[in-house]
């Protein structure tokens, strides 16, 4: 394995440009009978939302209307009420994008995470090397620092070139789940203000009369606050799930997690004043993600994807999963 690398673990002084007495160089409206309860901010004209028109220029772009297509396309074709054509294009989205985006970012983690032992091999033995080159030379200790990070660097982006694994292919995922998150959810907001840029449908009057249960209309908001509660709870399980699997997490890693955690509780008020139908795709969204997080621990599931196996997999993960929720959160001290 070694061999493959190109010989020696240090290139050549010259090629990374440090020489001994040098400095070294740097690492590289609407009408209808009956209207939706908002507040003013949710209801405003978009231009008053923000005096340079940003969003907007989002509600009126492409995307947005692709968006409105795919849900007025949904509700013509099923003949279903719009909070089942708004669950059925939720699962169809999640399923048909982002199940094999997130099996495919597993599968990228799994490959780096199989790595690991190869890239502390080459760890150990390019300091070593290092070490010497620069007691020969009288490298300083920043020198050797320098040139140790960037040989390491060049040799790990080897590694993750060969095995074609680079862990940004990793980030694809969230670079795709975003941006349809907030097409859809400015696409229903559009319907259920009437800003809607689709032609020869009244929206708005049909979603007034499209909900279910405690929340008929959906160009108002949940009054009982049951969905917004929902989408905030089932957002925190999927951090909590998060967090549970990783095991001596980084400074970096526990503030994301605190952060995730605050706007999850954030999301509460904020769904609270917006309109039935933005607050129940958001659920179904929060829903299906909760599911694919769950899915993508089961060995069949993953064996099924070809994600290869690695040391931190579990037999019995759902086992482990509620014995770790159980000890943190039920039986503390």
């Known amino acids: 394995m070694l061999c493959r690398l190109g010989g020696r673990w240090l290139r050549p002084l010259p090629a990374l440009q440090l020489r001994a007495g040098y400095p070294p160089l740097a690492p590289v409206p609407t009408t209808g009978a009956k209207r939706p309860t908002l507040p003013v901010w949710a209801v405003a004209p978009v231009s008053a939302v923000d005096g340079n ?146 032609e020869g449908f009244s929206v708005p009057e049909q979603l007034a009369t499209g909900g279910t249960l405690w929340f008929p209309d959906l160009t108002a908001p949940d009054s009982t606050w049951i969905l917004p509660i929902s989408v905030g709870v089932i957002n925190l399980l999927i951090v909590e799930i998060y967090a549970l699997q990783k095991i001596g997490m980084s400074r970096f890693q526990t503030y994301i997690t605190y952060f995730v955690r605050a706007v999850s509780v954030l999301m509460i008020p904020i769904a609270a004043a917006m309109p039935s139908s933005l607050v129940l795709y958001w659920l179904c969204s929060s829903f299906m993600g909760l599911s694919q997080n769950l899915l993508l621990r089961s060995p069949g599931f993953r064996q099924l994807c070809r994600i290869p196996s690695t040391k931190s997999d579990s037999e019995t993960p759902y086992k482990d999963l509620f014995a770790a929720f159980y000890s943190k959160f039920i039986s503390r001290k």
């Open 53 to 198: 028109g940003w969003y907007e220029a989002l509600a009126a772009s492409s995307p947005v209307r692709v968006a409105e297509e795919v849900l007025l396309g949904v509700h013509a074709t099923t003949g279903l009420p719009w909070w089942g054509g708004i669950l059925v294009s939720t699962v169809a989205l999640r399923g048909a994008v982002t199940l094999p985006l997130a099996a495919y970012q597993h599968y990228i983690l799994a490959k780096v995470e199989n790595l690991q032992p190869e890239i502390k091999a080459i760890a150990k033995h390019l300091n070593q090397e290092v070490a010497v080159r620069a007691s020969q030379l009288g490298w300083s200790k920043r020198v050797a620092r320098l040139t140790y990070l960037k040989n390491m660097k060049r040799l790990v982006s080897e590694i993750y070139v060969r095995d074609n694994c680079h862990p940004f292919k990793a980030t694809v995922l969230v670079w795709i789940q975003i941006p349809v998150w907030v097409f859809m959810s400015v696409a229903l907001r559009n319907f259920s203000t009437g800003a809607t840029h689709s």
